[in-house]
């Protein structure tokens, strides 16, 4: 069995500071892990992935994420939060011998001006 | 750029009604995906086909049926709908199995009253 969890159900930062957004796995093999952000009245967009290699991992917007095994956590972060970044992130696990996407109930982040 | 979209933003049937949703991708995946998403479940899948005319349940199949008998189709079906099955309900594609990404439409918001 594999799952996610997110423990914040809502992320406040004001514009300029740092973003993290937490996320931690339960998987019996090897992850993969995704990360999604979701705009208002819109699909999931991609913003990155862990398959293997450097526990860091760059994405979209200026995102990025670490991987760390043994906390079993991947932990979504930005440097310079923006007022756009104010959506709904979801992480999601996927074990390597498995073929469904577990998906977090997700964190919503809002970046104030 | 991969392309998902769906027939439908929002869709509002009458309880006991036979609904279909459609999906359509544009760059000969070969997986695709049906999920519905309720606040604070996160995303959960319904079911999901790795070629045509295949199918496998994912977690929550109940009173739903899907089709696939082009590449680039997946269809959901609802044989009877019920008010339990008011909520957001997400395609998504993936190339192959192993580490791709899966991409998402814009999704479609059900009522059933």
């Known amino acids: 069995a594999q799952s996610v969890a997110q423990p914040e159900d809502q992320v406040n930062v004001a514009e300029g500071n740092p973003l993290t957004v937490k996320c931690t796995y339960s998987v019996s093999g090897n992850p993969y892990l995704f990360w999604y952000v979701q705009y208002p009245n819109r699909g999931l967009q991609f913003l990155l992935k862990?398959?293997?290699?450097?526990?860091l991992v760059k994405g979209s917007y200026g995102f990025e994420a670490e991987f760390n095994k043994s906390q079993t956590s991947f932990h979504l972060k930005k440097p310079s939060a923006l007022v756009s970044d104010s959506a709904l992130y979801f992480c999601?696990?996927?074990?390597?011998?498995?073929?469904?996407?577990?998906f977090g109930a997700g964190t919503t982040v809002t970046v104030r001006a | 750029d991969v392309k998902v979209t769906q027939s439908s933003r929002y869709l509002v049937k009458r309880t006991g009604e036979k609904v279909f949703l459609e999906c359509v991708q544009d760059m000969d995946h070969e997986n695709m995906f049906w999920y519905r998403q309720d606040p604070g479940l996160g995303l959960r899948l319904i079911y999901f086909s790795y070629d045509v005319k295949m199918k496998e349940k994912g977690d929550i199949p109940e009173g739903y049926s899907v089709s696939r008998e082009k590449k680039e189709r997946f269809s959901l079906i609802l044989e009877s709908a019920s008010t339990n099955q008011t909520s957001m309900y997400l395609c998504?594609?993936?190339?192959?199995?192993?580490?791709?990404?899966?991409?998402f439409g814009p999704g479609t918001r059900l009522t059933v009253l």
């Open positions: 862990y398959i293997t290699g450097d526990n």
């Open positions: 998504a594609s993936s190339l192959r199995w192993g580490t791709d990404t899966q991409y």
């Open positions: 999601a696990v996927r074990d390597r011998n498995d073929y469904k996407l577990s």
